[in-house]
């Protein structure tokens, strides 16, 4: 408590310190004049009796500060003076001041910016969601099964009225579709929510109200719908009467009952979504089928929340014991399926896996951009420390105390860290918006928000980097300032080129840290720009310059009835469009964003494990995929007109699947069992990618389209015109079958390979421009050094001219200082790199961590920016005249 | 300024300071004298440290100050120890004895 006290009592001291001070004034006065009284009570002239008081008390003014230091809270109250010295001093040397400010904005604002992305985007994605730190998203696997699972609606609903440790599970499925408004019709992203999904939330809609608790089960029994408060304003004009009023979806009529709050935007990091429909309404928007009372069907996605103080193990432990209870209860379909929880950051179903890589890698390069940055400062100050020593020294012969001067240098480090940490959040905050740029959006009207957040924890962090950084960047060369020796201080430094005292020595070894941190940003980005580069011209196993185009039948309201012979028609037509080689239907296109269908399969023959599950994902495509696709039938036939209903069941299989259930003997006219219905099989199909390119190869099947009928297919031509010339002979053909549709813009597969790579884009991307700054900051850093080292050696450098060492000489001299400090600083950086390069492995694609192409590029870049950085101070140095130099 | 005497123990003032007041209330030069008048004049107090120890005890609530009137009719500022200022000065006391009892035990040693 005195500790407090006292701590108190100089806190009030500083608000009353003229008050204070007048007091101690008087105290002293008081005390010198009762002292000099005794001296005259004891037989001194007056005169005599004060100077002897005054000699007998001490120095006056050394003694009112030290008990200054008592009484007022003295360090606040040098603060301040330093702050304010520090501000005067930054100014009377601009040009220092904002080179220094400049290259901790760049350091300080890259980490706020990054930090920002992932405060927003994996920490706290959901703007307006209460409680995120106790939201997780539901991770459903299957033994065997690589990846995300998912969970079907029974599943759902047994682990909700099973579980006790959780507030609430909600349902959350992205789906897509078509909304017309007025004759505009766009893209737009949806999701199909569970009824308590608002309240779970705590969002509450501006204008009407959230789904009812009955209003999530039903058979297509509750078209209602909630719409974002940016569909509102763009597409309703922000109607005041909305509620109540009806919007077709996909066919159906909805009833709109509420209006989002404007900053809501969903629960699906990536994507800002238009309007939810609560479960009930699934079949209406998906286009694989009524699914709410299958048990194998297993399309949700979702999250929970758990309750206050509940931990993640304990919930993860109440799942566990779920799935083994349905394990037992449902063999059939829940053999091996388990479900627990995932942190929102690893979400498995949404943007966040492929995000986390990309940012935690971006996170450390915007660090060592900031140590880099911190170096190029800390060697600024040393520099300035020189001009400054005349200062210092006089500061410490006036009686200074070597810890003020470090608190004061300090104080003016911490300045200009605070003002490029102001500098550095507002380059955060422009940027926030950045990464959207490199996300395209995947359709016109869908609309992808990939927003940073700066909020108190990103600030507070800020605030830590900036001391961090002050204290990084002010140690060194404060305390080298202190150490100022008096009597020596007019001596000027002796750094030679060759040799170097201890400051010099110091700065090399700041030169050391950034160019080996500047290596490792260089091997890092090579390798990501090479394996950006490999994955580009990697062949997916089939054409990328097949065109896609059709129409959204689903969205229009068709049926299968309707939707067989329009297809039928179409393709009939587009097969006789010139130009056109050949063309087909697939439900999904390849790499797309849609989920291929997957079922429980039985294999003629095999013997399953007693713990395998053989669900496998297939696709239904027409006649002619495989030759529209380009892809080669290893064994068998591909696909006919003739295989349609009539006819006996088929499917085609790729090589993974007929090695690994047929073990080198012939599948062709093997047989399947999909769907309780016998599929036998008449080819075997090469391998491709089929979701991206960093996929392992997995086992896939094929099944006609004609036997296997959905609304919703995608047509794909083989032509060697461009997607513009075909454009209007497509709408023509769509619109001669029904005039009120809309046809699918035709483009490329290229296109969709494209959007699946941009996280290896992104990442080498933002390590590119990083990896740059950082090289450019540690350029400047060498360079600053090396002419340093030139100035300071002026005499030495003459001396050595006019005792005949050449131009060349000089030259040679300077650079090869320069290359053996950036030669020790790459072997530092590639022993670094070496092992964290390995951190890098899901964004590597085909690229050993430990590429020689990466690390050859890093060390050439690297070579020829520090050569630069030497040569020109170098051409100075062989520049002075002897005798000038001589003569100094 | 006294240099020929023994320079005091560092951090032994506040102890000699709170017992200068135990009974009385006194003014700062009138501490020092007491200091030295109860040392057999072996101790003395050099007024530069004087003060700032002052001010550190009262901010530490173990003394008050109050404006008074000294026997020659001169304006001084006295200090008083309070409560807590008792009970610190007990303290310091015993671990003194502590201290001193280990030093001097050393010192006997052989």
Partial sequence: ?888 | MGKQKPDLVYGTLDMLILKALQYDPRHGLAVADRIQQMSKEILRVEQGSLYPALYRLEAQGWIKAEWGTSDNNRKARYYTLTAAGRKQLLAEREHWARITKGINLVLAGA
């Fill in chain 1, 1 to 888: 408590m005195p500790r407090f006290r006292a701590w108190l009592s100089r806190l009030v001291g500083l608000f009353q310190k003229n008050k204070r001070d007048e007091e101690m004034n008087a105290e002293m006065q008081a005390h010198l004049d009762l002292l000099t009284q005794r001296k005259i009570e004891e037989g001194m002239e007056p005169g005599a009796a004060r100077a002897a008081a005054r000699r007998e008390f001490g120095g006056l003014e050394q003694i009112k500060e030290a008990a200054r230091e008592e009484r007022v809270w003295l360090s606040a109250d040098q603060f301040w003076q330093d702050l304010r010295f520090g501000a005067r001093m930054l100014l009377r040397s601009p040009g220092f001041s904002i080179l220094a400010i400049l290259c901790l904005t760049l350091g300080i604002g890259t980490n706020a910016a990054v930090l920002s992305w992932i405060e927003g985007i994996l920490i706290r994605p959901y703007p307006l969601v209460a409680h995120q730190d106790r939201m997780f998203a539901l991770n459903a696997t299957t033994r065997g099964v690589t990846g995300y699972t998912g969970l079907s609606f029974p599943e759902f609903f047994d682990y909700e009225k099973n579980s006790t440790l959780f507030e609430s599970f909600i349902v959350d499925r992205i789906m897509g579709t078509t909304l017309s408004v007025g004759d505009r019709a766009e893209r737009a992203s949806g999701g199909i929510v569970s009824a308590n999904y608002f309240d779970a939330l705590g969002v509450r809609p501006i204008l009407g109200r959230g789904f009812r608790p009955e209003e999530g089960t039903g058979r297509n029994a509750h078209p209602v719908t909630v719409i974002s408060y940016r569909t509102w304003q763009e597409r309703y004009g922000g109607d005041p009467n909305i509620i109540g009023r009806t919007q077709i979806l996909n066919g159906i009529q909805h009833t709109i009952v509420g209006v989002a709050p404007e900053k809501f935007h969903g629960t699906f990091i990536g994507y800002s979504f238009t309007f939810w429909v609560p479960t009930s309404m699934q079949e209406a928007f998906d286009t694989t089928g009524y699914k709410l009372e299958d048990r194998s069907a297993r399309w949700i996605e979702g999250y929970a929340f758990l309750k206050t103080g509940v931990t993640r193990q304990q919930a993860d432990a109440e799942l566990h014991s779920i799935s083994q209870r349905l394990e037992k209860d449902y063999p059939e379909t829940n053999r091996g399926h388990d479900l627990a929880l995932s942190p929102l950051w690893k979400t498995p179903f949404n943007q966040a896996g492929n995000m986390t890589a990309t940012l935690g890698i971006t996170m450390v390069v915007v660090f060592f951009v900031l140590l880099i940055a911190c170096a190029n400062v800390s060697n600024l100050l040393l520099a300035r420390s020189l001009l400054r020593r005349h200062e210092m020294t006089m500061r410490l012969a006036l009686g200074a105390g070597r810890r003020r001067l470090i608190k004061q240098l300090f104080t003016e480090g911490l300045l200009l860290a605070l003002i490029a940490a102001v500098g550095g959040i507002a380059v955060a905050y422009w940027s926030r918006n950045a990464l959207v740029l490199a996300f395209p959006s995947p359709a016109a009207g869908i609309v992808i928000d990939l927003p940073g957040q700066i909020d108190w924890r990103v600030l507070l962090v800020s605030v830590a980097m900036c001391i961090g950084a002050t204290m990084l960047f002010a140690l060194v060369p404060a305390i080298q300032a202190s150490h100022v020796d008096l009597s020596g201080a007019l001596k000027t430094e002796g750094a030679g080129v060759v040799g170097g005292s201890g400051r010099s020595r110091l700065r090399s070894g700041l030169v050391l840290v950034q160019v080996s941190l500047s290596f490792v940003l260089l091997a890092g980005t090579g390798l990501l720009l090479q394996s950006l580069l490999r994955m580009q011209n990697a062949s997916p196993g089939f054409s990328t310059d097949v065109i896609v185009s059709g129409a959204d039948l689903f969205s229009a309201g068709y049926n299968v009835e309707r939707a067989k012979p329009f297809y039928t028609q179409l393709l009939d037509r587009v097969r006789e469009i010139p130009g056109v080689e050949s063309a087909t239907l697939a439900r999904l296109i390849p790499f797309s964003y849609g989920v291929f269908s997957s079922a429980p399969l039985e294999i003629d023959g095999y013997q399953r494990a007693p713990e395998e599950q053989l669900n496998l994902s297939y696709i239904e495509v027409a006649d002619d995929y495989f030759k529209t696709l380009g892809i080669p039938i290893a064994a068998g036939r591909e696909f006919q007109r003739t295989d349609d209903e009539n006819a006996l069941p088929v499917t085609v299989i790729n090589e993974t699947m007929a090695a690994k259930y047929w073990q080198g003997k012939d599948p062709i006219g093997q047989r399947v069992k999909l769907k309780d219905r016998w599929l036998q099989i008449v080819g075997v199909a090469k391998n491709v990618n089929y979701e991206s390119k960093l996929e392992p190869p997995r086992s896939f099947f094929y099944v006609p389209v004609r036997q296997n009928f959905l609304v919703s297919n995608n047509l794909l031509i083989r032509t060697r015109e461009t997607p513009g010339a075909i454009r209007s002979a497509l709408a023509h053909e769509v619109q001669a079958l029904d005039p009120t549709l809309a046809p699918i813009a035709p483009f490329r597969v290229q296109e969709q390979v494209d959007r699946k790579g941009y996280t290896q884009r992104l990442a080498a991307t933002l390590v590119a421009i990083f990896g740059g700054m950082a090289l450019f900051l540690a350029a400047i850093g060498l360079y600053a050094v090396m002419s340093y080292a030139v100035s300071q050696s002026t005499r030495e450098l003459g001396l050595r001219m006019a005792l005949g060492a050449s131009v060349k000489d000089l030259l040679g001299l300077v650079i090869s200082r320069g290359m053996r400090l950036t030669i020790a600083g790459i072997i530092i950086g590639a022993i670094a790199a070496l092992t964290l390069t390995r951190l890098m492995g899901d964004l590597l694609y085909q690229v050993s961590p430990r590429d020689p192409l990466a690390f050859g590029f890093a060390l050439a870049v690297m070579i020829a920016v520090a050569f630069i950085a030497c040569f020109l101070p170098a051409r100075r140095a062989a520049r002075i005249d002897p005798v000038i130099a001589l003569r100094m």
